[in-house]
């Protein structure tokens, strides 16, 4: 059974540029969770969907960050326009759902720099 | 929300050494405990689970408890080896849905 799969794995962009990091979970799982992942600690939840639905996205920075998950299947975050900040690990993962409790799955994460 | 505070934060032990660490959480209603390794530049991996209605899980090496009282959950390694060197994270997971809380990890360091 393949993974968790993101793409790009790593990518470079000045500031102010846009950027677009892709997702495809492990199949059958509704839950699909996107991460930021600074050096030296743990994940910070950005945004959870339960299948193509957005229900916690309290986290995300709204004014530059946005996601979507069309068909419940993939999910892009973009981030436009990116700021120095921005410069992290994005992770994604995804789990089957349920009531809670399910085993959560990462991907590799995106490496992003921002010059 | 819940609140996952971890210790130590960094923590070196001799190989053939035992490694603990620890995590505390704040919402009696979370009911599920995963721990993680992450090894530089690699993601997140599973390494074992708790529920809530289990004091404590065993796999080979690695172990881990669970005190719902005290709302406090650990990580036990034992034997440790070079290759157990890597960041470890635990996490709290909600009965009200799919949300994880993460520590802020454990860079565990094993001298050969």
């Known amino acids: 059974e393949a993974g968790v799969v993101q793409s790009p794995r790593y990518k470079i962009i000045e500031k102010k540029q846009p950027v677009a990091f892709w997702c495809n979970p492990i199949?059958?799982?509704?839950?699909l969770y996107w991460y930021l992942q600074n050096l030296g600690q743990g994940p910070e939840l950005l945004i959870r969907?339960?299948?193509?639905?957005?229900?916690?996205d309290s986290q995300l920075p709204k004014d530059r960050f946005s996601a979507e998950r069309l068909k419940g299947v993939d999910s892009t975050l973009k981030i436009q326009p990116a700021e120095l900040g921005d410069s992290a690990v994005y992770l994604c993962?995804?789990?089957?759902?349920?009531?809670?409790?399910?085993?959560?799955?990462f991907g590799p994460g995106t490496r992003l720099l921002v010059l | 929300g819940e609140n996952v505070e971890q210790h130590p934060s960094t923590l070196s032990v001799q190989e053939g050494d035992s490694a603990v660490i620890k995590c505390t959480y704040s919402?009696?209603?979370?009911?599920?405990f995963p721990w993680y390794k992450q090894e530089l530049g690699k993601r997140p991996q599973l390494i074992i689970d708790?529920?809530?209605?289990?004091g404590e899980k065993k796999d080979q090496r690695i172990a881990v408890t669970l005190n719902k009282t005290a709302k406090h959950f650990s990580l036990h390694i034992t034997e440790t080896q070079p290759e157990d060197s890597a960041v470890y994270f635990c996490?709290?997971?909600?009965?009200?849905?799919?949300?994880?809380?993460f520590g802020t990890g454990t860079s565990l360091t094993v001298i050969p």
């Open positions: 993962a995804s789990s089957s759902g349920g009531t809670g409790g399910e085993t959560q799955y």
């Open positions: 199949s059958g799982h509704n839950t």
């Open positions: 969907y339960e299948n193509e639905e957005a229900v916690d």
């Open positions: 919402d009696s209603a979370s009911n599920y």
């Open positions: 708790i529920r809530s209605n289990v």
């Open positions: 996490a709290a997971s909600s009965n009200t849905g799919n949300q994880f809380y």
